[in-house]
């Protein structure tokens, strides 16, 4: 049986809304972030999410392989686009650009602080220069948003699935004010029915 590993409300919730989107019948399995005892470690070293543990035991990570991998298992659906078309090319340059400039680039100064200095004082300079950061890296986002619903095909795809996440964690940092295409996007994320799910699946409704 594959599983996937996800931790509640972190990155992984994009995977575990695109199992509810295509029903995929995959088990999914919460694990607590941080712990060097964790027998996840066995699975994962890094002892991230999300990952996925395949039938053979093959394990993939990184959410720009298991998001296109798992569309992939249904081939042909709207979510993600034909091998060689330009659309998922351009679905695939907008998990790039979330996973590398938002992501790693924002969130994760933000909230991992003591991964950039050894100095506590040095903390509130850190996430105060990421929030800034966060802001540069929406602006191409919230462009998109402003002319249509979704970031490529004027369709839900991986792409939009990937930043649905990063447009809740924008709320909460407080910064949604200034994106109000973005935040209208958070809005029809959070009114599907596999966002709901999920939301519910993670204890988080
Ligand atoms: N580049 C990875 C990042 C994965 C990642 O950083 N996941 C976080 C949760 S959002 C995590 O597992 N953090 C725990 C840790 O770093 O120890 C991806 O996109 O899959």
């Known amino acids: 049986m ?6 509640p409300g972190a990155c992984s919730f994009a995977a575990h809304v695109l199992i509810h989107e295509l029903q995929l019948p995959i088990t999914v399995e919460r694990v607590a972030l941080g712990r060097e005892d964790s027998p996840y470690r066995q699975i994962n070293p890094s002892g991230r999410v999300p990952a996925l543990l395949l039938d053979d035991q093959t394990l993939l990570t990184e959410n720009t392989a298991i998001l296109p ?5 249904q081939p042909g659906t709207d979510l993600f686009a034909v091998a060689g078309s330009v659309e998922r090319a351009q679905i695939q340059g907008w998990l790039g650009y979330v996973a590398t400039e938002v992501h790693v680039g924002a969130f994760r100064p933000i909230n991992r602080p003591e991964r950039y200095s050894v100095d506590e004082a040095a903390f509130p300079g850190i996430r105060q220069r990421a929030l800034q950061q966060l802001t540069n890296a929406l602006k191409p986002i919230e462009a998109r948003l ?8 004027n369709r839900f795809t991986l792409a939009d699935i990937y930043l649905g996440v990063f447009a809740g964690w924008s709320a909460r940092a407080g910064v949604l ?3 109000p295409a973005l935040q209208a996007f958070l809005g029809r994320y959070r ?3 596999s ?6 699946s993670e204890g988080l409704a």
């Open 191 to 193: 009114a599907r029915e």
């Open 195 to 200: 966002v709901l799910q999920t939301l519910h």
């Open 69 to 73: 991998y798992l569309a992939d298992l």
């Open 177 to 179: 004010a200034d994106f």
């Open 2 to 7: 594959t599983t996937l590993f996800i931790s």
């Open 146 to 153: 402003a002319q249509t619903d979704y970031l490529v095909g």
